[in-house]
């Protein structure tokens, strides 16, 4: 089972948006809605955002918001703030012998 | 407060073994299943397994399928994570995560790490 695909960063302006891809196959992304996404600050531990495609836990700011779309899970931070600045992870759920598999991971930076 | 505690890591020459532990507090223990995930030095996240509230059900990536192994201890509100036949490839950061809600994968709850190097 090979890591979903990520794009290795993606930047913004404060107050703008960014759109984080995450690319799997028909085993994975495109077969479950059971994608979720994970802050990671550095020297901390993942911070679930978003599960089941669209859901945020309690807590998480709703300028943080996923959607999907065949193969490929995307997650967008609107009105970004220097806070936001962090490691992006998506995972989902799969058919294959390993039952769950992380994205290869996008660096945001707030410009 | 929910809260994880891991230890057990360190350094381990090529074809050792450790063992993993992971305390819990804060939770019914026994309501949630528990994973186990990685992080190699400056690298991505990677699931390693899965164990179910009970214990028995259990679930491995198959980088380390034949070689770790998952248990949980309910009253003493513990994870475990056997590690065999390690290899420089083991070498991470190793975190365990309680289960979301009822279900065994996706994660709420993480604790800080444990550092498994795996050198000779």
């Known amino acids: 089972q090979s890591a979903l695909t990520q794009p290795a960063s993606v930047s913004g302006s404060p107050g703008q948006s960014i759109t984080i891809s995450c690319t799997g196959t028909s085993s994975d992304v495109g077969r479950f809605n059971y994608v979720s996404w994970y802050q990671q600050r550095p020297g901390k531990a993942p911070k679930l955002m978003i599960y089941?495609?669209?859901n945020r836990p309690s807590g998480v700011s709703n300028r943080f918001s996923g959607s999907k779309s065949g193969n490929t899970a995307s997650l967008t931070i609107s009105g970004l703030q220097p806070e936001d600045e962090a490691d992006y992870y998506c995972s989902s759920y799969t058919s294959t012998s390993t039952p769950y598999v992380f994205g290869t991971g996008t660096k945001v930076t707030v410009l | 407060e929910v809260q994880f505690l891991e230890s057990g890591g360190g350094l381990v020459q090529p074809g050792g073994s450790l063992r993993l532990s992971c305390v819990a507090s804060?939770?019914?223990?026994?309501?949630?299943?528990m994973s186990w995930v990685r992080q190699a030095p400056g690298k991505g996240l990677e699931w390693v397994s899965v164990i179910s509230g009970s214990g028995a059900s259990t679930y491995y990536a198959d980088s380390v399928k034949g070689r770790f192994t998952i248990s949980r201890d309910n009253f003493k509100n513990t994870l475990y994570l056997q590690m065999n036949s390690l290899r420089a490839e083991d070498t991470a950061l190793y975190y365990c995560a309680k289960g979301l809600d009822y279900r065994l994968l996706d994660y709420d709850y993480w604790g800080q790490g444990t550092l498994v190097t795996v050198s000779s």
């Open positions: 804060g939770l019914t223990f026994s309501s949630y299943a």
């Open positions: 089941d495609v669209t």
